[in-house]
């Protein structure tokens, strides 16, 4: 038997949400959609998932993720009902949910805790520099370091942890009865839906939206494959120097827009902006910025009289690693891949 949880709707407004219990089931949300069809009625089933506190139907379904918040919903509902908003809320509420330290939900609805969090890696990469009298030489190695134990570790004990609890919640307490072969088969829709997103095109008037988010994953990815393995900031092969510049460079751009497109509020899906969804956009322009200064600083040679700037990189960095890519908006993208995943799955089994 499903319970209900009448206060749901509540503890869902920590998560962004604008006001689910304004709808009355009209269905325009759903009919204006273009991603909706026969087997996916969003967001019309999750508004009234929530509105009924429908908890254990909400952790296992996929339908938040399948959802790419055109905004069109929102914008059509005669209830200002937000519907665009709710879906961005749930997916924040499942992270939540997947996340078994509990930080993610913390940093979610307490901006508070997530400046400590941020202040207090800010003071640990200070007190690391003063300890090394703030010697480049020692500390860059270090910071290299940094970035590959980084990548392992919060992925191995935060991340793949949080994946295998998002199965769980969404295929195997379902019951849903797929082989191995089939998790082999699909591989291909988690590859392809990782790196290029395609559903995004299935949005009306959403294909520039597309190519940016295109264009800001190559270069992310690709910045830090010639950061991390590479070495990008003590090489001296000029193909691969310039290869970052250009990399941090795209970084920059693309993220300056979003910035600017949230400032302006001129689209539905930039008029509700979260904290987290702030912190996201900054510190990743604040990313490609930083990188893009410092080897500029090393390759004039005068790196070495402004050591500030590589303690301001690798401040952003630190806090980039350990609190935006495992608890923050960052995993939207690993969870949404996740899911298109477990969907073919799904449809393969039936």
């Known amino acids: 038997m499903a319970r209900i949880n009448p206060d749901f709707t509540e503890e869902l407004r920590d998560y962004g949400a604008f006001d689910p219990n304004a709808c009355y089931n009209c269905g325009n949300c759903t009919a204006v959609c273009t991603l909706s069809d026969e087997d996916n009625s969003f967001p019309r089933t999750m508004v009234r998932v929530s509105v009924l506190g429908l908890e254990d139907e909400i952790k296992s379904s996929l339908d938040p993720w399948l959802c790419y918040y055109c905004g069109e919903c929102s914008t059509t509902c005669p209830r200002e009902a937000d519907p665009g908003e709710l879906m961005m809320s749930l997916r924040r509420y499942l992270i939540a ?10 940093l979610y609805k307490s901006l508070t805790a997530s400046i400590i969090a941020f202040l207090g890696l800010a003071a640990l990469v ?5 300890s090394e009298s703030f010697n480049l030489e020692v500390i860059m190695p270090q910071g290299h370091l940094f970035e590959m134990l980084a990548i392992g570790s919060v ?14 919640l969404s295929m195997y307490k379902p019951g849903v009865k797929a082989s191995i072969g089939l998790y082999f088969k699909a591989l291909g829709d ?3 839906h990782m790196f290029t997103q395609k559903r995004t095109l299935g949005c009306d008037d959403n294909q520039f939206r597309w190519f940016e988010h295109f264009i800001l994953v190559l270069g992310y990815l690709s910045l830090l494959f010639t950061t991390v393995f590479l070495n990008w ?21 693309v993220t300056f827009d979003f910035v600017k497109s949230r400032i302006q509020k001129n689209k539905e899906i930039s008029k509700h ?22 080897r500029l600083f090393i390759d004039l040679d005068v790196l070495e009289n402004n050591s500030w700037m590589y303690f301001v990189h690798l401040i952003v960095l630190v806090q980039w690693s350990l609190i935006i890519v ?14 298109m995943y477990f969907q073919k799955i799904k449809e393969l089994a039936v």
């Open 273 to 294: 902006s979260q904290p987290s969804d702030w912190l996201f956009v900054i510190w990743l322009l604040l990313m490609g910025l930083t990188a893009f200064i410092v």
């Open 97 to 106: 949910k997947y996340d078994w330290t509990g930080l993610s939900g913390l």
């Open 326 to 339: 495992p608890f923050g908006k960052w995993s939207h993208f690993l969870y949404r891949s996740f899911a």
């Open 126 to 130: 200070i007190w690391f520099g003063y």
């Open 190 to 192: 988690l590859i392809v």
């Open 233 to 253: 900031f003590e090489t001296h092969n000029l193909f691969i120097i310039i290869l970052g510049y250009v990399e941090s460079a795209i970084i920059f751009v």
């Open 155 to 168: 992925f191995t004990i935060i991340l793949l942890p949080n994946i295998i609890h998002m199965w769980w």
